[in-house]
Every structure is written in structure tokens, then in C-alpha cells.
């Protein structure tokens, strides 16, 4: 992965010295960022955290579980947690055959994800379907909290403003708050 991030790294550095209509596309910036991401992602330390302050904030929530940590077995490379046993969302037809609702899966997941989102302001930064299943009682598991996001107050704040404003069908409302954020 080191090799291949300062491949893409001087690859990155040549369009934006040389290839005037990448420029704007600000290569360099962005391959800086994809690398810290990326290493931040493979830092296991950072994801048990991530899944322990998960596991804290739906403490309670019985439609969802991230795998419990085993810290003293934890490192910087090393990931020791549960494995969670269910039918993954990449198999709709496996869960259609076990009688689940696909419609009241996706609710109850994006539910999820609204609570991640406006009450916590730390959310799962990569939710596709290979990293959420279906545990037994209709739980959704959720797996590979390496890479998260955070809102602050005033972020989740501008982002409801522009949700109501969507909701009310005023179109200033949603303008206005887009150009703020």
C-alpha cells in the first residue's frame, strides 16, 4: 500500500505540475488525503475505538450490533472482535428466502444511520452493503469501522435546515443552506 500510495503520490505531482486541466482537480491534495484516510483506516487501534464508541452510543439499540472488542488481544495491526454470523445486505436473495422484509431492512438501517448522523455526529463513513448483514431477530450487525466521520453541532445543524427545507419544499430554505455549507 506504500508503494502504491507514492506511485499515485508523483503520478498526482506530474498532472498538477504538467497537466493544466487537472489542476483544478487539485491532485496532490488529493492523493494526501486518500493516504491518510487509508492509513488512518489500517491503524486497528483507531478501529476499535471507532467500534467501542459505536457500541456505546446504540448501547440499549436492540435493532443494531458492532462486534464487541477484545482489547487486551488489540493492537496497532492486530483486530481481535466477535464474529458476527448473518446473511450479508450483498445477498437480497438470500434474505428475500429467509422471509425478510428488504424494505423494512433498508428503514431500519437508515434509521440507523440518521441517529449516527444527527444525534451522535460520528457515523460509519463507508456503509455499503458487504459491510452490514442481517443477524438473527431482524439485527443489523455492522462491520469495518475503520473509516468514520464526524459532524460538528453546526454542520448537523445546516444539514437539518436543508432536510426541512426539503420536507417544506422551500427552495430559498435548501439555496440558502447549501451555499452556507
Not at 98 to 105: N, S
Not at 139 to 168: A, N
Amino acid at each position: 500500500i506504500a508503494t502504491d500510495l507514492d506511485i499515485m503520490a508523483h503520478l498526482a505531482e506530474f498532472l498538477q505540475n504538467h497537466v493544466a486541466r487537472f489542476r483544478n482537480y487539485q491532485p496532490v491534495a488529493t492523493v494526501r488525503e486518500d493516504r491518510r484516510t487509508i492509513q488512518r483506516e489500517l491503524d486497528f487501534a483507531c478501529e476499535r475505538r471507532n467500534l467501542e464508541e459505536f457500541a456505546r452510543n446504540f448501547a440499549g439499540d436492540a435493532t443494531v450490533h458492532f462486534p464487541l472488542t477484545y482489547p487486551d488481544r488489540c493492537s496497532r495491526r492486530v483486530l481481535t472482535m466477535e464474529m458476527l454470523t448473518g446473511i450479508s445486505f450483498e445477498d437480497a436473495t438470500a434474505m428475500r428466502q429467509a422471509g425478510v422484509d428488504l424494505t423494512e431492512i433498508a428503514r431500519a438501517g437508515a434509521n440507523i444511520y440518521l441517529e449516527m448522523l444527527f444525534r451522535d455526529g460520528f457515523y460509519h463513513a463507508d456503509p455499503h452493503a458487504g459491510n452490514l448483514m442481517l443477524l438473527a431477530d431482524r439485527v443489523i450487525g455492522i462491520i469495518d469501522c475503520g473509516m468514520i466521520g464526524r459532524f460538528d453541532d453546526t454542520l448537523r445543524e445546516e444539514i437539518e435546515s436543508m432536510v426541512g427545507g426539503i420536507v417544506r419544499r422551500d427552495a430559498h430554505e435548501v439555496t440558502d443552506t447549501v451555499l452556507r455549507l
